[in-house]
């Protein structure tokens, strides 16, 4: 079955020790995107590529980078993780990035990645 | 005002009910719609597309007012098993980023 995989689902950083997210898809979608999500709250975008096109957002941490080097697989590093970057992270694609409307936006999301800082 | 806004609940119904959910969005420019369902620590998971003025699928049907800038889910014949956060998704306009409301809590009970 076609999907996003993440590794690994659990993850256990000391406060400033750099850690790496891994995403894979097999779902061959253009755009890839990486989003922070806290309890009780929404999941809020960090970034995503389009194709090689990395696109972040105003208000994402410079402790957050990430890279795509190749369709299917994207990461996301946390450079000096503190501990207020304690969250579930979450991997989406989606086929297409654009106005209208379609499936082409539908996003599809990965199981997570539980990160503990200690 | 928040780009989406959602009642968070809970709601609290027995099985066998029927439930809605509002929720609202600030932009009238707005092109694409969705419902997510997200249970408890899981990742959020694609329920419906809303397309044009709504549509249906089984016991779930979404419906779009673009006049009052609304959208709408109703669950029927509520199973114990619906109980989760439903998220509305709007996408900002002029581009493909989605805007997550901060979701509606449904508890199903016996």
């Known amino acids: 079955d076609a999907m996003v995989i993440q590794n690994p689902r659990y993850q256990v950083t000391q406060f400033g020790k750099p850690v790496t997210l891994s995403c894979s898809q097999t779902?061959?979608?253009?755009?890839m995107y990486w989003y922070q999500q806290k309890s009780s709250q929404a999941p809020k975008l960090l970034f995503h590529y389009y194709d090689k096109d990395f696109n972040n957002e105003a208000d994402t941490p410079d402790n957050f980078q990430s890279r795509r080097p190749n369709t299917s697989f994207c990461f996301l590093d946390i450079r000096s993780p503190g501990l207020g970057d304690a969250a579930m992270y979450l991997c989406?694609?989606?086929?297409?990035w654009g106005e209208g409307t379609g499936a082409k936006n539908e996003q599809f999301f990965g199981p997570g990645t539980r990160l503990t800082v200690l | 005002r928040k780009e989406v806004e959602q009642d968070p609940g809970p709601f609290n119904v027995p099985e066998g009910a029927t439930v809605a959910f509002n929720c609202t969005y600030s932009?009238?420019?707005?092109?694409?719609f969705f419902w997510y369902r997200q249970d408890c620590r899981k990742e959020p998971k694609l329920l419906m597309s809303v397309y044009s003025s709504g549509n249906e699928d089984g016991r779930f049907t979404a419906q779009l007012n673009r006049a009052s800038q609304y959208i709408s889910l109703l669950i029927r014949d509520s199973k114990l098993s619906d109980s989760a956060t439903y998220l509305c998704?709007?996408?900002?306009?002029?581009?493909?980023?989605?805007?997550f409301g901060q979701g509606t809590t449904l508890q199903v009970k016996p």
């Open positions: 779902l061959n979608h253009n755009v």
């Open positions: 998704v709007v996408n900002r306009v002029n581009t493909g980023k989605l805007i």
């Open positions: 932009n009238s420019a707005s092109q694409s």
């Open positions: 989406a694609t989606s086929r297409d």
